[in-house]
């Protein structure tokens, strides 16, 4: 697609869309929103208005069959990703899809499948790797700032949320069936996905979990090791039932002349550790999050550059987590 403008539809206009993309779409060089789409029509009128945008719809169809849409954006939970994924490529339109791509490895597999079939380019909002903080992190990697990498360790723990105590309601990321997983499948992704920017693809991946909270009855509290492709090998806890004394968002890079230490949600300065002490690097986070990313998909969409964050990358992240959780 070498059109001077991406004119995007939006499938879904819950929170993510309203500070971390959203405004994004609108703001970078060559875009524009045109259409936005919710199963309550109400909603998405009301989206719409508040935005400026010109069309709205409570149909998916309608607005993949939108002529003026030439680009979809898929903000929906993820059991409906490959659905309207494979119904917007079909019809030639390019997808972005929240993470996780899917809910499953193999739904991935489909989506890439006929993204191939229909030469149509599916992007993935891994938008992390796009970041200044986290394109820092890698700079300090490749130039080998800490030496020789010889191990990878990440850890995540954070309370609970009022949400995870009503039993009746729970939040949907809890819901297995509409999100993949727990906790887990939702936020381990962006970490995953950075680790294997960083260091290549994850070859091998075993993990154990657990419920010790008995809020919900999906995993709250994991343990894995993994190991990449260049023969670096890493682990991970994550517990979401944590008490607040005890939170944290760390990965660890531990090289032979060093050590990196930063957050993946927090955006805590990075600690850099050699013989000369540490240094702390502040590096802030962008207003919309994934503006970076965006900007460069909709520049891959006009020829200008090529976007990594494809459907192909992100799928090898469902695979590690999948082997984690024990589902395939």
Not at 196 to 212: H, P, T, V, W
Not at 218 to 240: I, K, Y
Request: with cysteine; proline share 5%.
């Amino acid at each position: 697609m070498n059109e001077k403008r991406i004119k995007w539809g939006f499938i879904g206009c819950g929170d993510v869309t309203r500070q971390k993309s959203g405004p994004a779409f609108q703001k970078v060089e060559g875009s524009e929103v045109v259409a936005v789409m919710s199963r309550h029509i109400d909603k998405a009128r009301s989206y719409a208005c508040e935005r400026g945008i010109p069309r709205w719809y409570d149909d998916a169809q309608e607005l993949v069959d939108d002529r003026d849409v030439n680009a979809v954006y898929i903000a929906t939970p993820p059991s409906s990703h490959a659905t309207y994924a494979i119904m917007a490529m079909k019809a030639g339109k390019p997808v972005y899809i929240e993470k996780p791509m899917a809910v499953t490895y193999e739904e991935c597999c489909r989506i890439n499948r006929i993204a191939e079939e229909c030469g149509v380019p599916c992007f993935v909002a891994y938008y992390r790797r796009y970041q200044p903080y986290f394109i820092k992190v890698k700079e300090l990697i490749d130039t080998g700032a800490i030496g020789k990498i010889i191990n990878v360790q990440v850890r995540f723990a954070q309370p609970p949320s009022q949400l995870n105590y009503d039993k009746q309601n729970l939040p949907w990321r809890l819901q297995p069936d509409i999100s993949g997983g727990g906790y887990f499948y939702d936020l381990a992704p962006h970490q995953i996905d950075l680790l294997q920017d960083m260091f290549g693809c994850i070859l091998e991946a075993k993990g154990y979990k657990s419920n010790r909270g008995g809020l919900y009855t999906v995993e709250d509290t994991l343990s894995a090791c993994f190991r990449f492709e260049n023969g670096l090998v890493g682990s991970g806890s994550w517990c979401f039932v944590a008490h607040k004394s005890a939170q944290e968002d760390r990965i660890k890079i531990i090289g032979d002349r060093g050590m990196i230490c930063f957050s993946v949600f927090t955006y805590e300065p990075i600690a850099l550790h050699t013989a000369q002490g540490c240094e702390e690097i502040t590096i802030e986070r962008p207003e919309h999050v994934q503006q970076p990313l965006i900007q460069a998909v909709v520049d891959h969409l006009q020829g200008k550059s090529i976007c990594q964050c494809d459907g192909t990358s992100a799928t090898l992240t469902n695979w590690v987590m999948d082997k984690i959780l024990n589902k395939i």
